[in-house]
């Protein structure tokens, strides 16, 4: 069964940068698929952060792309996210997810296995 | 990029059906059949249920079924229960090369 799981600090500070990582079980990420990260902010709708592929080609969102950067370990089986000159404005529940099973490897696959997610509160 | 357009709310009684919409443009739910529908919890991470316009995970209910028509997405609900009542997230891939979401419907089972 796969099963993706987020960490990282809970409460970064301003102009700071935020580091996460997605651990993945039950699959390997050297298969295949594009492994996304997504966010909430508090109480607001879903946005797509970006993509990355196990060979390492990624897709960002525009929006953030000036401060972002997401890598993958297959080592490791993991991969992660590193946001540059946080704001409150970042301050959201963070969710990194797989595409369903025998889905196409596309960037902008739908997001069938998910994370539990994990808060990053960006204050002083 | 602009979010799709989804009513804020939508309610029905148990038993009856709800069709939720995700308004969008050309550029994306229009242009391409790539457009997916994700049921959230309170606290929980999203679900998906239908992908690629009208396609459903493997094993989800069929009380779920998506469509398309124009710019216009649409998640029906069949057979509604007091266990659907969550928000609603519909979501299409863009000619700008993004993934863009919908503003969230809120379900309440009435």
């Known amino acids: 069964q796969v099963q993706l799981q987020e960490s990282g600090p809970g409460l970064v500070k301003p102009s700071e940068t935020l580091s996460l990582t997605c651990a993945v079980s039950?699959?390997?990420?050297?298969?295949?698929?594009?492994w996304g990260w997504i966010r909430q902010p508090p109480g607001k709708g879903l946005e797509w952060i970006g993509s990355?592929?196990?060979?390492?080609?990624?897709y960002y969102n525009p929006s953030l792309k000036s401060r972002l950067t997401i890598s993958v370990d297959t080592s490791k089986n993991q991969f992660s996210l590193n946001l540059s000159s946080l704001t409150a404005a970042d301050t959201a529940v963070y969710y990194c997810?797989?595409?369903?099973?025998?889905?196409?490897?596309?960037?902008?696959?739908?997001?069938?296995?998910w994370g539990q997610g994990t808060l990053v509160t960006v204050s002083s | 990029q602009s979010a799709l357009t989804q009513p804020a709310s939508v309610s029905g009684s148990p038993g009856q059906s709800i069709t939720i919409s995700c308004t969008g443009t050309?550029?994306?739910?229009?242009?391409?059949?790539?457009v997916s529908w994700y049921q959230q919890h309170p606290g929980k991470a999203p679900k998906l249920m239908i992908y690629?316009?009208?396609n459903r995970p493997s094993g989800d209910s069929n009380r779920f079924s998506g469509s398309k028509s124009g710019n216009r997405a649409s998640l029906t609900i069949s057979g509604l229960q007091a266990e659907d009542e969550a928000d609603y997230y519909c979501?299409?891939?863009?000619?700008?090369?993004?993934?863009?979401f919908g503003g969230g419907t809120k379900l309440t089972v009435l």
């Open positions: 997810a797989r595409p369903p099973l025998g889905y196409s490897s596309s960037w902008f696959s739908p997001w069938d296995y």
């Open positions: 990355i592929y196990h060979s390492g080609s990624t």
């Open positions: 690629d316009v009208s």
């Open positions: 050309g550029s994306d739910v229009g242009g391409f059949n790539f």
């Open positions: 979501s299409s891939y863009t000619s700008s090369s993004i993934l863009v």
């Open positions: 039950g699959y390997s990420i050297s298969s295949g698929y594009y």
